[in-house]
Every structure is written in C-alpha cells, then in structure tokens.
C-alpha cells in the first residue's frame, strides 16, 4: 500500500542521512580531541555534510539529464523547495 511504501522510504531516507551524518560528527570530534582548532572543524563538518548530502542526488540529476529525463529536474525543485513562492 502507498502508505506503508511512503513511511519506509521515509525511514530509509532519514537512516540513510542519519548516518552520515553520525559519521562526519565522529571524525569531527576524533580530530577536536586531538586538539585541532573547533572553528576549523565546524566549517570542514559543514562542507563534507553539504557535499555528501548532495553528491547522490546532484549525481542523478546529471545523469537522467543527460539521458533527456528533464522531469527530474522539476521533482528536485519541487522537493527541495527551489523555486521562490509567491505571496
């Protein structure tokens, strides 16, 4: 049922990111303990988080661009809340 599949991709979807994210905190505060700077390592924690959040995604965009699925373009910007909303 749609529900069922729409609460499993959900959970999936938050998993997925969930652990990433619990991996970048780890190397982060491995690296804080060493005694590297914090402001360093927020800023580094920011960047890989963005990159590897969006690596997939941005990744097949490309891809089914490429290949003339353009519909995903609009589903990105749908998702992701891209395009400005008017008033």
Known sequence: DVYKRQV???KTFRNKYQ????TELQRSLSRLAQGEPPAALLKELSHRLTNKFLHEPTRQ??????????ESLLV???LFS?????K
């Open 8 to 10: 499993s991709t959900i």
């Open 19 to 22: 652990s990433l994210a619990e």
């Open 61 to 70: 965009l490309s891809e089914d661009t490429g290949n003339g699925k353009t």
């Open 76 to 78: 990105a910007r749908d």
């Open 82 to 86: 891209l395009e400005k909303k008017k």
